[in-house]
Nanobody, 125 residues
Framework: QVQLVESGGGLVQAGGSLRLSCAASGRTFTMYNMGWFRQGPGKEREFVGTISWSGQTAYYADSVKGRFTISRDNAENTVYLQMNNLKPEDTAVYSC??????????????????WGQGTQVTVSS
């Protein structure tokens, strides 16, 4: 089992930037591909992006492509979500999640076995 804890959320003006962190503990971090999801007010949880266990491959939702970047530091057991040019519609609770690397790169939330508690990101206009 792996435990995930997000941090770095907050309030930012439109056009600003934030970097979220997700610290993992428990089983070997490199056993997992890591994903970021978000859930806005009154919306279902949606895929944001994912990164392979090695960090060599990343995949993003169209809504964030070119603005958000996922990276990971396997020595620090941490995955990051750098968010630039934030928009009010990016307001959501952001959660990181882990899926077994043997499954490959996946975007469906049902394929992720472990989840953090989430961190709130609010973008004001």
């Amino acid at each position: 089992q792996v435990q995930l804890v997000e941090s770095g959320g907050g309030l930012v003006q439109a056009g600003g930037s934030l970097r979220l962190s997700c610290a993992a503990s428990g089983r070997t971090f490199t056993m997992y591909n890591m994903g970021w999801f978000r859930q806005g007010p009154g919306k279902e949880r949606e895929f944001v992006g994912t990164i392979s266990w090695s960090g060599q491959t990343a995949y993003y939702a169209d809504s964030v492509k070119g603005r958000f970047t996922i990276s990971r530091d396997n020595a620090e057991n941490t995955v990051y979500l750098q968010m630039n040019n934030l928009k009010p519609e990016d307001t959501a609770v952001y959660s990181c999640a882990a899926n077994n690397r043997a499954e490959g790169i996946v975007t469906s939330r049902s394929r992720y076995a472990y989840w953090g508690q989430g961190t709130q990101v609010t973008v004001s206009s």
